[in-house]
């Protein structure tokens, strides 16, 4: 379950940073930078971070799974 959680946040992020790589040229090539623009690649930006976290923290109880696991097993 946890590697379904966790592929599915890869899958997200990669998502929002090909999203974030779009914005970034759109602002790159504009003669005058969109207003929407901007705040579009902040709130892409955003959501990439809280994604961040979100991995980190599955990453964070999956050791702590095994961890627990691991000590079950040594006091058998």
């Not at 929002?16 to 504009?30: E, G, H, V, Y």
């Not at 892409?44 to 696991?69: F, H, P």
């Amino acid at each position: 379950m946890a590697d379904d959680d966790l592929e599915t946040l890869m899958s997200a992020r990669a998502a929002l940073a090909k999203r974030r790589q779009s914005w970034a040229q759109t602002i790159a090539t504009a003669g005058d930078i969109p207003e929407g623009a901007i705040k579009a690649l902040i709130d892409v930006q955003q959501a990439i971070e809280v994604i961040d976290l979100a991995i980190e923290e599955l990453e964070e109880a999956n050791l702590e799974e095994e961890l627990e696991e691991a000590e079950e097993e040594d006091d058998e």
